[in-house]
C-alpha cells in the first residue's frame, strides 16, 4: 500500500520531533580547570617602579621582545617570566646597592581585553593588585542591570579554552598569556543564546528528516 506524500510527511513529523527532543545536544559553554599558575611578565607589558625621591630613576617602561626594560642607573634588566613579586624583589635589590635605604614601588601593567556584556567593551589597562571587578567597572560594568550575578570567562587566545573567574579574584593570581582576554556574560543572556541555538537545532534536524522521507517515497 502506497501512502500519498503530504500523510508520510504527517507520520513522520511527529516522531522525527520525539526522537530529537530525546537526543539532541545541549548548548553550554566548555569550561576548564583554572591554572595554579600567576601572572607574569610578557613582551609587551609595561613595568612601572617609582623610587622614593629620585623622581629622575622613576618612570614606566614597556618591556621588549626580549623580555627585557631599560631603566635608569640599571641598564638593561632581563624581567620575561617574573611574577609581581619577584620583579620588585629584583628592582628593589639593584637600586639597593646604589642608594642607602630605597624605598622602591614596583608594579605592571598589561593591556587587557574586557569583551562581553560590558558598556564599553575596549582594552583597559589593568595591573596584578587588581580584581575582576574592578576590571570590569573600568569597561563601564554590565551593559544592562541584572539581577544575577555575572559569568566572568579568561578566554584564551591561541586554543580559544575558558576558564570560569570570580569576580572578587585578584588578577595575579590569574594566569593571563599574550593574547587573552575577559570576556563577561549576563547569565540570562547566555540561557536565552543557549535555548535559541537549541531550538534552531531541533527544528532544522527536524526538516532534514521529513526532508528525507520525502525524497525516499519518491523513489
Same mark, same amino acid.
Given at each position: 500500500m502506497r501512502?500519498?506524500?503530504?500523510?508520510?510527511?504527517?507520520r513522520?513529523?511527529?516522531?522525527?520531533?520525539?526522537?530529537?527532543?530525546?537526543?539532541?545536544?545541549?548548548?553550554t559553554?566548555?569550561?576548564?580547570?583554572?591554572?595554579? #599558575?600567576?601572572? =607574569?611578565?610578557?613582551?609587551?607589558?609595561? $613595568?612601572r &617602579?617609582?623610587v622614593y /625621591?629620585?623622581?629622575?630613576?622613576? +618612570?614606566?617602561?614597556?618591556?621588549?621582545?626580549?623580555?627585557e626594560?631599560?631603566?635608569?642607573?640599571?641598564?638593561?634588566?632581563?624581567?620575561?617570566?617574573l611574577n609581581a613579586?619577584?620583579?620588585?624583589?629584583?628592582?628593589?635589590? #639593584?637600586?639597593? =646597592?646604589?642608594?642607602?635605604?630605597a624605598? $622602591?614601588? &614596583?608594579?605592571?601593567? /598589561?593591556s587587557?581585553p574586557?569583551? +562581553?556584556?560590558?558598556?564599553s567593551?575596549g582594552v583597559?589597562?589593568?595591573?596584578?593588585?587588581?580584581t575582576?571587578?574592578?576590571?570590569?567597572?573600568?569597561?563601564?560594568g554590565m551593559?544592562?542591570?541584572s539581577?544575577?550575578?555575572?559569568?566572568?570567562?579568561?578566554?584564551?587566545?591561541r586554543?580559544?579554552?575558558?576558564?570560569?573567574?570570580?569576580?572578587?579574584?585578584?588578577?595575579?593570581?590569574?594566569?593571563?598569556?599574550?593574547?587573552d582576554?575577559?570576556?563577561?556574560y549576563?547569565?540570562?543572556?547566555?540561557?536565552?543564546?543557549?535555548?535559541?541555538?537549541?531550538?534552531?537545532y531541533?527544528?532544522?534536524?527536524?526538516?532534514?528528516?521529513?526532508?528525507?522521507?520525502l525524497?525516499?517515497?519518491r523513489?
Amino acid at each position: 500500500m502506497r501512502f500519498p506524500l503530504n500523510q508520510l510527511a504527517c507520520r513522520a513529523l511527529p516522531a522525527a520531533i520525539l526522537l530529537l527532543a530525546a537526543c539532541a545536544p545541549a548548548v553550554t559553554i566548555s569550561l576548564a580547570p583554572l591554572p595554579d #599558575r600567576p601572572w =607574569t611578565v610578557l613582551p609587551g607589558d609595561e $613595568v612601572r &617602579v617609582r623610587v622614593y /625621591r629620585e623622581p629622575e630613576l622613576s +618612570g614606566q617602561w614597556v618591556v621588549n621582545l626580549r623580555g627585557e626594560i631599560l631603566a635608569p642607573g640599571l641598564g638593561r634588566l632581563l624581567v620575561a617570566g617574573l611574577n609581581a613579586d619577584s620583579l620588585t624583589g629584583l628592582i628593589s635589590s #639593584r637600586y639597593s =646597592t646604589r642608594i642607602v635605604d630605597a624605598v $622602591v614601588d &614596583v608594579g605592571i601593567v /598589561r593591556s587587557l581585553p574586557v569583551l +562581553g556584556d560590558v558598556a564599553s567593551p575596549g582594552v583597559y589597562q589593568a595591573e596584578p593588585a587588581m580584581t575582576l571587578q574592578q576590571v570590569v567597572a573600568k569597561a563601564g560594568g554590565m551593559r544592562v542591570r541584572s539581577l544575577r550575578t555575572p559569568v566572568a570567562l579568561l578566554q584564551k587566545g591561541r586554543d580559544g579554552t575558558r576558564y570560569s573567574l570570580a569576580l572578587d579574584q585578584r588578577l595575579d593570581r590569574v594566569p593571563l598569556d599574550d593574547g587573552d582576554a575577559i570576556v563577561v556574560y549576563d547569565p540570562g543572556v547566555l540561557e536565552r543564546w543557549n535555548t535559541a541555538l537549541d531550538y534552531i537545532y531541533r527544528v532544522g534536524m527536524v526538516l532534514t528528516i521529513v526532508s528525507s522521507v520525502l525524497v525516499l517515497t519518491r523513489k
